[in-house]
C-alpha cells in the first residue's frame, strides 16, 4: 500500500494529532476508507484508534501486522502516514492498537501556506471601523477576530461584503490598507472570526509589504 505522491509535500516525525480527532483507516481489502477517532498514543510507540463500527463486520483485517493508511486533517492540512496493526481488543472496550508512524507526510489544503501571527488592525466596512487581532495570512487572505470589549460596538459583517485592513507591519512605520471581501464569518454575542480573501484592488507595493512580512515570519520561525 503506498501513499499517493500528492502527499509528499512535506514529511516528518513529529505527529501532529490531538485526542478526539478523526481520522480515515484505509485497509487492503476495503473498497471505502473506514471513519475512526483516536483516543490515545505514545510518541515513538502506538497509537489507539476508536475501532470502527462493528456492524461493519471488518474486525478480522486488524490482525496483528496488517497494513493500514491513516489520513486526517489538521489546521488546513492533510496528514497522511502507513502504519501496521499491533492489536485490536474488543473488551472492555473496542480499540485499535497501531504502530507510531515512521514518516509523516503532509500536504497544505490552501492554495497558500498561512503563516500565524498576532498583528493589531483595524477593519474598516463603509463608515465603520473596529479594532482587531490577525491571527493568520497568506498571500492571498487573512483571518482577523475582533471582540466587542474592544469596541464599542461590533460591525455589520456579511459575506462577500467588500472590507479594507489597516495596519502595520513589524518592523515598518507604514500604514498598510489591504482591499479584501469576506470569505465566511463566525459570530457570536462578544466576537467575530473573519476570513477575508485579498482582491485585486491592492497595489502591487501592498502586495510586496505582505510578501515581505510572511517571509519573515517564516524565517524566524
Known sequence: MDISSAYMAGMGRKLSVNIGT????????????????????????????????????????????????????SNGTVYAFQSR???????????????????????ELRGQKRII??????????????????????????????????????????????????????GSNEVIYISGRIQNLKKTYNEMDIGIAFTNKNTTETKKMITWFITTVEDLS
Open 22 to 73: 478523526t481520522v480515515k483507516i484505509e485497509v487492503e481489502g476495503v473498497e471505502y476508507p473506514l471513519q475512526s477517532s483516536v483516543v490515545g498514543l505514545e510518541e515513538e510507540k502506538y497509537i489507539i484508534l476508536k475501532a470502527p463500527d462493528p456492524s461493519l463486520k471488518i474486525e478480522h483485517k486488524f490482525y496483528p501486522a496488517n497494513e493500514l493508511i491513516i489520513r486526517y486533517i
Open 117 to 170: 501571527c498576532h498583528l493589531p488592525a483595524r477593519i474598516i466596512v463603509g463608515e465603520t471601523e473596529n479594532a482587531g487581532c490577525i491571527f493568520d495570512i497568506s498571500k492571498k487572505g487573512c483571518r482577523i477576530i475582533l471582540h466587542r470589549n474592544k469596541n464599542s460596538s461590533l460591525i455589520k459583517a456579511e459575506v462577500k461584503k467588500e472590507v479594507t485592513l489597516k495596519c502595520v507591519f513589524p
Open 85 to 107: 496493526v499491533i492489536e485490536y481488543i474488543s473488551s472492555p472496550l473496542r480499540l485499535l492498537f497501531i504502530e507510531y508512524p515512521r514518516i509523516v507526510e503532509h500536504h
